[in-house]
């Protein structure tokens, strides 16, 4: 089973609207992380935001947050007022076993976002 | 402030041949890995190492191979190349530590196989 789905493959939005891409996951640990990276065209893999599994509240960074909701294993990524250079594609990780130092990550296959002027 | 290098950044191999792929950090990180990335398929790990001298098997491992001698470098390694192994790859460093350590990335090496 997949442990991390991304279930929009492409995403559209207009310029200076916001945007929510969506992250569900699986697993059985009770100490995980969810990250989400950005991939522009160039290539490079940029880290965005980090919500912990203990962590109670939904993690923002600028215009990023996370609408994390562990009941549901969902954490998708808000982004706010989109500018033409949040065009890229986005993926959601996974790292299992944080209690034991755990390496598992694990990544989704990815949301294409294309901002429209 | 170069933080993750990865060298070659682009190259052709006939089947069968072998290569070496090198990556770099300056960051102290104790964590180091190699992922490949594949049109629709994210990310997949290949090799990752918690430590100098230390290697563990990922999700793909099959038709690869990997060192780390020494803490800032870790080596990929394809001794027969194959046109499945037509990928992105990418190496990441990391710091030990629980909770939200990020991944730190190189910029890629695109490797096809003919």
């Known amino acids: 089973a997949q442990k991390i789905t991304q279930t929009q493959p492409g995403m559209f939005v207009q310029e200076k609207e916001a945007v929510t891409l969506d992250c569900t996951y699986d697993?059985?640990?009770?100490?995980?992380?969810l990250f989400w990276y950005k991939q522009p065209s160039s290539g490079e893999m940029i880290f965005l935001i980090y919500?912990?599994?203990?962590?109670?509240q939904n993690a923002t960074e600028g215009r990023y947050s996370l609408n994390f909701q562990k009941a549901r294993k969902s954490a998708n990524l808000v982004i706010s007022a989109s500018q033409l250079g949040d065009s890229a594609m986005y993926f959601c990780?996974?790292?299992?076993?944080?209690?034991?130092?755990?390496?598992?990550?694990?990544f989704g296959p990815g949301t294409r976002l294309s901002v429209l002027p | 402030n170069a933080g993750v290098t990865q060298t070659p950044k682009f190259r052709v191999l006939k089947t069968g041949q072998s290569m070496t792929l090198l990556c770099a950090q300056d960051?102290?990180?104790?964590?180091m890995y190699w992922y490949r990335q594949d049109p629709g398929m994210g990310l997949r790990l290949i090799h990752y190492?918690?430590?100098?001298?230390?290697?563990a098997k990922g999700e793909v491992p099959d038709g690869y191979n990997v060192s780390r001698l020494k803490k800032q470098n870790f080596l990929l390694g394809l001794e027969s190349a194959a046109p499945s192994q037509t990928s992105v790859y990418f190496c990441?460093?990391?710091?030990?530590?629980?909770?939200?350590?990020?991944?730190?990335f190189g910029d890629g090496t695109r490797l096809s196989i003919l």
């Open positions: 919500q912990g599994s203990y962590d109670e």
């Open positions: 990780a996974m790292r299992e076993g944080l209690d034991n130092y755990g390496q598992n990550f694990v």
């Open positions: 990441a460093s990391s710091y030990l530590g629980q909770g939200g350590t990020p991944q730190h």
């Open positions: 697993t059985s640990d009770q100490s995980y992380g």
């Open positions: 960051m102290n990180h104790e964590y």
């Open positions: 190492s918690v430590g100098e001298g230390t290697t």
